[in-house]
C-alpha cells in the first residue's frame, strides 16, 4: 500500500486529489453532536492541501436511499472541516453533477471542496458490479489521484471504496494506517483475559463476527440492541425491542458452542424499558422501569443495560488484560439511557487493560459522555470495520489500495 508520505513525496500540486474519508457523524438536525471523524481525517487533508494538492472530500453520511434527502445532507460536515481547518471549504450541493464539476474545476491549488453525501446515489451502495462501476467512472472524473482515508467504511463494497481506487493511482491516508496499525495487534497474540462488549443497533451486520470471537475471546459482554436476539434465544419476552428474529437459531448455536469451548457469554439480567422510543430532540423525561431481563413486558422495549448489569459488566471487565468494545449499551443519546454505556466506559477507564473503542457511536458516546479520549488504549473511528479487521476478513476498501 503507497503512503500518504510517498504520494506526498512524488508531488500531487495541482492535482485533484479525491480523499475517501468517513464523516458520517451524529447530528441533531444540523448540528454535529460529535466531530471526531472529521477530527480524524483532518491531518491528510492539511498534508494534500499544504503541498499544493486540489482536494476533493467525499464521504456517505447516514443511510439515505440512493436519492437526494437534505436531512442527510453533508453540509453542516463541510462547514465543520472548514472551522477545524480554518480556511474556507467550498460546498458543492450534488456529488458528481454539475454543482460537483463547477465546485472542483474551481479549485485553486491546496484549497479543499466537499461534495455532497455518495449514498445520495444509487450507485455508490449498488450490489450490481457496472452499476457501481459506471458511478465510480462518474467519480473519476472529479480527479486525478485518489486517497483512501475513511477507515469507518473499508468494511463497504462501495463504489467510493471499492472501484473508484481501481480506475485513479491511489494510496492510503493516515487514518487507515493508523487504525490498522493498531487494530493488527489485536489479531495477534493478546494479552488474557480478552473480553470484549458487543452492543449497539446494527445487529445484523454484527451478529457474525461473534462466530470469529468465539475462536480468540475469553469472554463476551452483549448489550444494547444486541442482546435482544440472546434473551430471545433463551426463550425470553423481549416486547417491542430492538430484535433479528431470523438470527435467533443461529445466536442458539452461538451460546451452544461457547460453553463447549470455555467462552464465557455475558448476558443483561435487567434491563430499563419504556412502551414509547425517547425523544432524543427535546430530551423530555422517559420515566423508563427497570425490570428483569426475562421479565420484559410484552409491549415495551428495552433501551438501556439496568444497574445489576452495569454492575455485573464492570465486575467482568476488571480483570481482563485486553478489551474491545464496539456499541452503545443503550440509546446513550438521551440521559435516561446513557447510564450503561457510561458504566462500561468507567470500567475500561479504570482498567490497567489495553483498552479499544470501536465505532462512529461508540467512539461519540465516550466523548459526549464526557470521558479523556486519552483514558482509552485507541478509539477507532469504525465499529463494522473494526470488528470485521479483527476477524481477519479481506476488507474490500483496505485490498483496493494494494498496490
Ligand atoms: N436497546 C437499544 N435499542 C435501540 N437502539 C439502541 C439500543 N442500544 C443502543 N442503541 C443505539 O445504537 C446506536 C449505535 O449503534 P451502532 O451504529 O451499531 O454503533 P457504532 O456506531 O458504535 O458501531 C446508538 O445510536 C444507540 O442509540
Ligand atoms: O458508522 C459507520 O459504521 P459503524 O456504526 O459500524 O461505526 C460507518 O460510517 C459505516 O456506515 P454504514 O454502516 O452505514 O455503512
Known amino acids: 500500500m503507497k503512503t500518504i508520505d510517498e504520494l506526498l513525496a512524488e508531488g500531487v500540486a495541482g492535482k485533484r486529489v479525491f480523499v475517501r474519508a468517513d464523516l458520517n457523524v451524529p447530528l441533531e438536525g444540523t448540528t454535529i453532536t460529535d466531530d471526531g471523524r472529521i477530527r480524524a481525517v483532518q491531518p491528510t487533508i492539511e498534508k494534500l492541501a499544504a503541498a499544493g494538492a486540489r482536494v476533493v472530500v467525499a464521504s456517505h453520511l447516514g443511510r439515505p436511499k440512493g436519492a437526494p434527502d437534505p436531512a442527510f445532507s453533508l453540509a453542516p460536515a463541510a462547514a ?46 449498488s450490489k450490481d458490479d457496472a452499476e457501481r462501476g459506471a458511478f465510480a467512472d462518474q467519480l473519476a472524473q472529479l480527479a486525478d ?89 433463551q426463550g425470553h419476552e423481549v416486547g417491542i425491542s430492538l430484535l433479528q428474529e431470523d438470527q435467533v437459531p443461529t445466536v442458539l448455536e452461538y451460546l451452544k458452542r461457547a460453553k463447549e469451548k470455555g467462552v464465557e457469554f455475558v448476558l443483561p439480567v435487567d434491563v430499563l424499558v419504556s412502551a414509547e422510543f425517547p425523544d432524543l430532540k427535546t430530551k423530555a423525561p422517559a420515566n423508563p ?32 488484560a485486553t478489551v474491545f468494545w464496539n456499541g452503545p449499551m443503550g440509546v446513550f443519546e438521551h440521559p435516561d439511557y446513557a447510564e450503561g454505556t457510561k458504566a462500561v466506559a468507567q470500567a475500561l477507564v479504570d482498567s490497567p487493560a489495553f483498552t479499544v473503542v470501536g465505532g462512529g457511536d461508540s467512539a461519540a458516546a465516550v466523548r459526549i459522555l464526557g470521558f479523556d479520549e486519552n483514558a482509552f488504549g485507541h478509539i477507532s473511528t469504525g465499529g463494522g470495520a473494526s470488528l470485521e479487521y ?4 479481506t476488507l474490500p476498501g483496505l485490498a483496493a489500495l494494494e498496490d
Open 289 to 320: 422501569t427497570t425490570v428483569a431481563a426475562d421479565a420484559i413486558p410484552a409491549d415495551q422495549e428495552g433501551l438501556d443495560i439496568g444497574p445489576e448489569t452495569r454492575k455485573l459488566y464492570a465486575s467482568k471487565l476488571a480483570d481482563a
Open 80 to 125: 465543520r472541516l472548514g472551522e477545524l481547518l480554518k480556511t474556507d471549504v467550498a460546498f458543492a450541493t450534488d456529488t458528481v453533477g454539475e454543482s460537483a464539476r463547477a465546485v472542483v474545476a474551481g479549485l485553486a491549488d491546496g484549497e479543499v471542496a466537499v461534495i455532497e453525501n455518495l449514498r445520495f446515489n444509487a450507485g455508490e451502495t
Open 145 to 233: 489521484v485518489y486517497v483512501g482515508d475513511g477507515f469507518g467504511a473499508v468494511h463497504r463494497k462501495h463504489a467510493s471504496v471499492f472501484d473508484l481506487p481501481a480506475r485513479l493511482p491511489h494510496a492510503a491516508g493516515g487514518l487507515i494506517a493508523t487504525e490498522v496499525g493498531v487494530l493488527k495487534k489485536l489479531t495477534e497474540e493478546v494479552e488474557r483475559p480478552y473480553v470484549v462488549v458487543l452492543g449497539g443497533a446494527k445487529v445484523s451486520d454484527k451478529l457474525g463476527v461473534i462466530d470469529h470471537l468465539l475462536e480468540k475471546a475469553d469472554r463476551i459482554l452483549v448489550g444494547g440492541g444486541m442482546a435482544y436476539t440472546f434473551l430471545k434465544a
Open 390 to 393: 479483527l476477524e481477519g476478513k
